[in-house]
C-alpha cells in the first residue's frame, strides 16, 4: 500500500477540515485530531453495496469518491484511504482483520473475517485505529498494551487469548452499554497484507447473504452523539459512557429518508445516486424499512 501524493494528502485534509501546517508531526495528539475530523466528516455508508455496484479499493477510485465526490464508504475503503492519509504523514502502520461479534450472543459461532483495521506504531506503543465501522466507532486511538478497562472509559480492549476458539494473542474490542460490555469485533492477532484483503472486500460486497447487501447503514459523529441510521431507523446516542440518552427520529417515507441522509449523514449524492437508491429502498417492503 502506498502513501497518497503530496496534492492527494492535502486535498484530504481539506476534506477533513484539518488545517495544514508543515512540517507534520506524526504523533498521538495529531492521530486523534484526524480520527475525530474524519468521523464527523466522513460518513460510514453503504449505499453502493446496497446498489450492487463494484466495490474499487485502487487509491484514485477511492480518492475521487470520498474526497472529490463527497462521499464516505465502509471499512475497506474508509480505513485503508486513512491508511494512506497516514502513512503521507509519516505514520507506520499495519493491517489487520476482524470479525464482528455485534449483536451476536457470546456463545454464537466464529464470523468471518470481514472487517479490517489499522495498527499505528507510536513512541507510547502500538494503537488499534479504526475509521471505518459506523455508529460504535471507536473515535480515538486505542492502545494495545492497556488492556485494563478504565471506569470513565467508553471503550476496552481485552485479550481473550484462547478463548471461543480464539488464536492466542486475539484482542476483543467492546463498548461499554447500559449494564455490561458489548462485544464489537475480534481482531486477528496476525497482520495483513493489503492484497489479500481485496478478495475479502470482493466478498463482503458481492456476496448475497452480506448484510451489507440487504440493509442501508450509515454513522457518523457529531462530536457529542453517534449519528446511526439502519434502513429507516434513525438514532442519535450521546458518546458519553453507556450511552443512555438515545434520540430518536420518526422518518415518515422514502423522500423524508432521503433528505435525512443529505443532512445529518452529511453526503453529497448526484440526483443519479438519489434516484437509484429511491428505487432500491422502494423495493423493500414497510416492515423492513420500519419507519
Not at 492535502?10 to 474524519?38: M, Q, W
Amino acid at each position: 500500500m502506498d502513501p497518497l501524493t503530496a496534492q492527494q494528502t492535502d486535498e484530504y485534509l481539506a476534506r477533513l477540515g484539518v488545517p495544514k501546517k508543515e512540517p507534520f508531526t506524526a504523533d498521538l495528539d495529531l492521530l486523534r485530531t484526524l480520527i475525530e475530523a474524519h468521523l464527523q466528516r466522513v460518513t460510514f455508508e453503504n449505499i453502493d453495496v446496497l446498489l450492487g455496484r463494484p466495490i474499487a479499493l485502487d487509491v484514485n477510485s477511492l480518492f475521487a469518491k470520498v474526497v472529490e465526490r463527497g462521499r464516505g464508504g465502509y471499512c475497506f475503503e474508509l480505513n485503508s484511504l486513512f491508511a494512506r492519509l497516514l502513512q503521507a504523514l509519516g505514520y507506520q502502520l499495519r493491517l489487520r482483520m476482524a470479525r464482528v461479534r455485534w449483536g451476536l450472543p457470546r456463545e454464537a459461532p466464529m464470523t468471518l473475517q470481514q472487517h479490517v483495521v489499522l495498527i499505528v506504531d507510536l513512541p507510547e506503543g502500538e494503537h488499534l485505529v479504526d475509521v471505518g465501522f459506523g455508529a460504535a466507532n471507536p473515535y480515538l486511538p486505542l492502545p494495545l498494551n492497556e488492556t485494563q478497562v478504565s471506569v470513565n472509559h467508553p471503550y476496552w480492549l481485552r485479550q481473550i487469548g484462547a478463548e471461543a476458539d480464539c488464536e492466542p494473542g486475539t484482542l476483543e474490542l467492546c463498548i461499554r452499554g447500559r449494564d455490561e460490555w458489548i462485544t464489537l469485533y475480534r481482531i486477528e492477532p496476525r497482520d495483513q497484507r493489503w492484497r489479500d484483503c481485496v478478495p475479502l472486500n470482493w466478498y463482503t460486497c458481492t456476496n448475497p447473504d452480506s448484510i451489507m447487501r440487504r440493509v442501508l447503514m450509515m454513522g457518523r459523529t457529531d462530536g457529542e452523539a453517534w449519528l446511526s441510521l439502519f434502513n429507516g431507523r434513525y438514532r442519535r446516542r450521546l458518546r458519553v459512557c453507556g450511552g443512555n440518552a438515545v434520540q430518536k427520529r420518526q422518518i415518515k417515507d422514502v423522500d423524508d429518508l432521503l433528505s435525512l441522509i443529505q443532512t445529518e449523514f452529511c453526503l453529497q449524492l448526484c440526483p443519479d445516486d438519489l434516484e437509484s437508491l429511491r428505487s432500491r429502498l422502494l423495493t423493500f417492503n414497510l416492515e423492513e424499512l420500519r419507519f
